[in-house]
């Protein structure tokens, strides 16, 4: 398939350099782009650096880092003050629905972007992601994070467990489980609530989000959240949870010790496991679907300009935004440095998906994780998810360790997010 991201970006550049000729003073001024970025995003943009420069010399790449927690609370404020505004935002999946209904991001449909003629070559549910209800494309996908199962082969083997007892159904996976518990004490995953944001993902039909449909409707007094919840009790009442929360330290202990046996989450965990979270585990994990045919997405990062950021830098934040997500080389590059899961469809074609891991005992675990990318859906988001995130939650660790009726405790969250939505 032949990678059109270099061109493009190179007329954009043309373009510009005709400009440029018309106002030789500021042909070779010096300017500063100035990138907002958390790890390991900040990484592969100072990578691409070289690339950029040799588009456009005179352009130096400012790049700003902050720890995740740190860089989304940074934008929140800059996005609502209009102060210390980047030129160009990295964004986590999970704050792109938040952003996108404030009015604080350029639309990119619009010129002089006009991201549209390129949808096509993002992977689909990561460009929708990047969409309001509006139509309006605030964020440009640069990494995805597939869904999938990684477990310990060493654990399932000791317990006579298959990998077919794991995923071919949810009662099936919390059956393996229990086998799991008895031969080897090992937990089946780190906490209960794991396996309900997997299930109240099954089944979303198309206009629908997690937690609201397209009129603002509620919809968590339903099949789908009882079932999550219902699998979550299971678990929790077999006691095959460790009940520790994600990049907790007991967290991190359990993948070292070999108390945890499975953990759903996106691909980029495997390297995260082998590069610093249990190395020494090396060659004891191996990568599947998710369970019961389930195809869901862990996080990806998108790239957005700011309505209000200097207006004289846009087009140059745009060139950047399209050379890191557009550009076959930079994609692969950041997959191969960072485990960045490209979201260019042409950056999926390489032989470096057919390499064996030797992390996952040698198995070819990319041709999985893309397999997972071209059947993932996606997810209308709604300004009130978090909240609705925090309420179920909440009502979850009340049916868990209160022992509350399921169905009472989904009611309570419907009423609640009843009267959040009408605000």
Known sequence: MRDLGTSTVHRSAWRLGLAALFCLPCAHAQQTLTVAAFPAVDEIIKAAIPAWKK????????????????????????????????????????????????????????????????????????????????????????????????????????????????????????????????????????????????????????????????????????????????????????????????????????????????????????GHLNNWLAPATKGLWRAA???????????????????NSAPGRKLLAWELIQLLTLDRKMQLAAFKSQDAFPALLAAQDDDFFEQPIAFLGDKPARLLWREASQHITAVDVHKQDSFAAEVIDTELDKVLDQGKDIKTALADAQRLLEKRAKR
């Open 55 to 270: 588009l456009h010399p005179t352009v130096d790449i400012k790049v700003v880092s902050r720890q995740f927690n740190d860089h989304h609370t940074a934008m929140t404020t800059a996005l609502s003050t209009s102060v210390y505004l980047p030129d160009v935002m990295a964004l986590e999946v999970g704050y792109v629905g938040r952003f996108a209904h404030g009015g604080g991001l350029e639309d990119l449909s619009r010129e002089p972007y006009g991201i549209g003629k390129f949808a096509a070559r993002y992977v689909p549910y990561a460009y929708q992601q990047g969409s309001n209800r509006a139509g309006a494309v605030v964020a440009a996908p640069t990494d995805i994070g597939p869904g999938t199962l990684l477990y310990r082969a060493d654990i399932l083997a000791r317990a006579g467990v298959t990998e077919t007892e794991l995923t071919a159904s949810w009662e099936s996976y919390v059956a393996a489980g229990v086998k799991i518990k008895a031969s080897t004490g090992a937990y089946l995953m780190a906490h209960a609530r794991d396996i309900k944001d997997i299930a109240i993902r099954t089944g979303v039909q198309p206009g629908e989000g997690l937690y609201f449909d397209k009129q603002s409707r509620v919809l968590v007094n339903s099949p789908r959240f009882l079932r999550a919840f219902e699998l979550a009790r299971q678990v929790r009442q077999n006691r095959l949870d460790a009940k520790v929360s994600p990049w907790s330290t007991e967290w991190t202990e359990g993948f070292k010790r070999g108390t945890l046996a499975t953990q759903m989450s996106g691909s980029w965990l495997a």
């Open 289 to 307: 679907q998710l369970p019961e045919g389930a195809w869901a997405a862990y996080g990806g990062t998108f790239l957005s300009i700011p309505r």
